[in-house]
């Protein structure tokens, strides 16, 4: 494995720390009802868009999910319109129309979150062909859950992005939850199996793990040059679905069978990068500070929603 040097691992741990703490704002920001609708947290998940989005470059495509907001923090959108997307507020970053699973930000190739399970499949196929068409070295990564792997849209997808030789990375996310649905007894096969049914190169990785993933992606983008390819990525979610999930589905013990991806990296950082945990807790506490500041003068921006600018941002002018 690729000797990772310090400064980048210690950004990493700024990034997932950085998306953990996000989260647990929006879910206190949500539960005192300060939220439209809902939210889907990516507690648990942090090392994959991590690792994946630090080896891209801005004019590097992604796509996301309803869980969205992990992926979008790593490709580099700025947290503080982040928060104002999701209350509402004109200063979001789509103009608080999107919310929470809408969020985009194309400066930094951030193609944006999607509220349909498996709907940025087909999207991923026509950023793709447009980069084919444009004879760019860029790429699209799609991120996508384990529960999108049962739509059509992920056959149908996989079959021509292989046919048409795209450069997309589909990076399939199994936090072993479609919702309530227990992935073990509603996929058959596996994922990442599934995959070389459509002659792409496939790679399984404990996505827990930083820097396993860093290195799996590495491999990846190579192996992307002769079309494309799909990762399945092994975590777990730490959260429930959404703000109405009960989880009533799993026992409060079973988060002890998975490792936390922060947890990990910071032992880490400290037996081997020579880090203090001084260090680490201050680092955890200025992130905190600044997020919460954010989050707080975010909801004191104007709302967006008003009877005369309902159908905004929902059609072409």
């Not at 190739?109 to 509220?115: I, K």
Request: aromatic share 10%; hydrophobic share 35%; glycine share 8%.
């Amino acid at each position: 494995m690729q000797k990772i040097n310090k400064r980048r691992a210690l950004s990493w741990y700024e990034t997932m720390i950085r998306i953990r703490q996000f989260e647990n704002i929006i879910d206190d920001k949500n539960r005192a009802g300060h939220l439209y609708g809902t939210t889907h947290l990516y507690n648990g998940q942090e090392a994959i868009a991590t690792a994946i989005c630090d080896l891209l470059v801005p004019s590097d495509l992604i796509l996301s999910t309803h869980r969205n907001h992990g992926h979008a923090i790593a490709k580099g959108t700025k947290t503080y319109p982040m928060f104002a997307e999701i209350f509402g507020k004109q200063t979001g970053t789509n103009g608080g129309h999107g919310g929470s699973m809408h969020i985009s930000d194309i400066t930094v190739g951030n193609f944006g979150g999607n509220g349909i399970v498996g709907g940025n499949y087909p999207v991923a196929l026509g950023l793709g062909q447009a980069l084919k068409m444009d004879h760019s070295d860029n790429i699209v990564v799609c991120f996508s859950g384990d529960g999108s792997t049962n739509e059509g849209t992920f056959h149908e997808s996989l079959n021509l992005a292989s046919i048409w030789g795209l450069p997309i990375i589909f990076v399939v996310e199994n936090n072993q939850y479609a919702m309530s649905s227990d992935a073990s007894v509603m996929i058959a096969g596996s994922i990442s199996e599934r995959a070389k049914n459509y002659n792409m190169a496939t790679f399984k990785v404990d996505g827990q793990d930083v820097f396993a993933v860093h290195e799996t992606f590495l491999q990846a983008q190579d192996a992307v040059k002769q079309g494309p390819v799909l990762i399945e990525a092994v975590t777990y979610r730490f959260k429930g679905h959404s703000r109405s999930d009960i989880e009533q589905y799993r026992t409060p013990d079973e988060f002890f069978n998975w490792e936390d991806p922060i947890k990990k990296l910071r032992e880490t950082l400290i037996a081997d990068y020579d880090i203090s945990a001084e260090e680490i807790a201050l680092i955890d506490e200025k992130t905190y500070q600044k997020l919460a500041s954010e989050a707080d003068q975010a909801l004191s921006d104007e709302d967006t929603i008003s009877p005369v600018d309902i159908w905004k941002a929902v059609y072409s002018e």
